[in-house]
Antibody, heavy 123, light 107 residues
Framework: EVQLVQSGAEVKKPGESLEISCKGF????????IGWVRQMPGKGLEWMGI????????RYSPSFEGHVTISGDRSIATAYLQWKSLKASDTAIYYC????????????????WGQGTMVTVSS | DIQMTQSPPTLSASVGDRVTITCRAS??????VGWFQQKPGRAPKSLIY???ILQSGVPSKFSGSGYGTNFSLTISSLQPEDSATYYC?????????FGQGTKLEIK
């Protein structure tokens, strides 16, 4: 059974950098997509972007492109979400999730989710 | 970008009832829709992909239908544990946006 285990909660100041991680157990990620989803306090789910572990092809939502970087390391089955300069509005829970490879190697909907990482950005 | 509009925002039903949540896409997306359940304080759980295919382990009380721009999730024989927020998501083109969610309360 595949499990995604995310790194722990973070408390940061505006302007600081941050990288959170998502490690897969029971799966090599080889032909999988791993995506990131934001959930601001009391709000709904927002699709941020996704990375394909076969060739590291990465796609972003326009709402997040340029503010975050999604990366991965197939050798350790780990995906990353990185900020260079955090804002207070980045305060949220961030989920990683696996999207199986579908037709034409495109991602299907997420089927396995991480437990979430709470990121708090406050001065 | 394709927008997904869910309705209703909130829904109240009784144990044993059947309810339907709808999701409308801003343009045709074939059958590229998934549905998710999220309980308070928990990570989302995947229910359905390709409009109507149940994810592994999901009970048959959940069913999905639709094509093009109109989709629905039906939950039958409601139980207290079905109380949650339900989200649709398209995966036709990037970004794979979610609907705003429907909060289901069991009376």
């Amino acid at each position: 059974e595949v499990q995604l285990v995310q790194s722990g909660a973070e408390v940061k100041k505006p302007g600081e950098s941050l990288e959170i991680s998502c490690k897969g157990f029971g799966d090599t990620f080889k032909n999988q997509w791993i995506g990131w989803v934001r959930q601001m306090p009391g709000k709904g789910l927002e699709w941020m972007g996704i990375i394909y572990f076969r060739d590291y092809d990465t796609r972003y939502s326009p709402s997040f492109e340029g503010h975050v970087t999604i990366s991965g390391d197939r050798s350790i089955a780990t995906a990353y979400l990185q900020w260079k300069s955090l804002k207070a509005s980045d305060t949220a829970i961030y989920y990683c999730a696996r999207a199986p490879e579908g037709m034409g190697s495109t991602p299907r909907p997420f089927d396995v989710w991480g437990q979430g990482t709470m990121v708090t950005v406050s001065s | 970008d394709i927008q997904m509009t869910q309705s209703p925002p909130t829904l109240s039903a009784s144990v044993g009832d059947r309810v339907t949540i709808t999701c409308r896409a801003s343009q045709g997306i074939s059958n590229y829709v998934g549905w998710f359940q999220q309980k308070p304080g928990r990570a989302p759980k995947s229910l359905i992909y390709a409009t109507s295919i149940l994810q592994s382990g999901v009970p048959s009380k959940f069913s999905g239908s639709g094509y093009g721009t109109n989709f629905s999730l039906t939950i039958s024989s409601l139980q207290p544990e079905d109380s949650a927020t339900y989200y649709c998501q398209h995966y036709h083109s990037y970004p794979h946006s979610f609907g705003q969610g429907t909060k289901l309360e069991i009376k």
